[in-house]
């Protein structure tokens, strides 16, 4: 059974830090890209990072790039989203999807999905 858990999410204050996890079960995560993507109340769905499956090439939003870092570890099969510098505008729930049809910050593109974490900003 194909399986994407998240951890990690939380609350923390503005200009702090947290790692997501994204757990795979059921498949070898470096077949596939992975991406985490985020929605706040009221809003679409948005792309934050990817890391593609075959160079490990990575994408980040303009919103969160030179905070944000995506890696993997392919003996854990789990993709991290290092969050620094966070801001009340990264509250959201963050969902991290794999896809083995291509790469990018569209959510269309994605096979799977984990259930989210959530992520609260706030002083």
């Known amino acids: 059974q194909v399986q994407l858990v998240e951890s990690g999410g939380g609350l923390v204050k503005p200009g702090g830090s947290l790692r997501l996890s994204c757990a795979a079960s059921?498949?070898?995560?470096?077949?596939?890209?992975i991406g985490w993507f985020r929605q706040a109340p009221g809003k679409e769905r948005e792309g934050v990072s990817c890391?593609?499956?075959?160079?490990?090439?990575?994408n980040y939003a303009d919103s969160v790039k030179g905070r944000f870092t995506i890696s993997r570890d392919n003996a854990k099969n789990t993709v991290y989203l290092q969050m620094n510098s966070l801001k009340p505008e990264d509250t959201a729930v963050y969902y991290c999807?794999?896809?083995?049809?291509?790469?990018?910050?569209?959510?269309?593109?994605?096979?799977?999905w984990g259930q989210g974490t959530q992520v609260t900003v706030s002083s």
């Open positions: 059921g498949f070898i995560l470096d077949y596939y890209a």
């Open positions: 890391i593609n499956g075959s160079d490990d090439s990575t």
């Open positions: 999807a794999a896809t083995r049809a291509g790469w990018g910050l569209d959510s269309a593109q994605y096979e799977y």
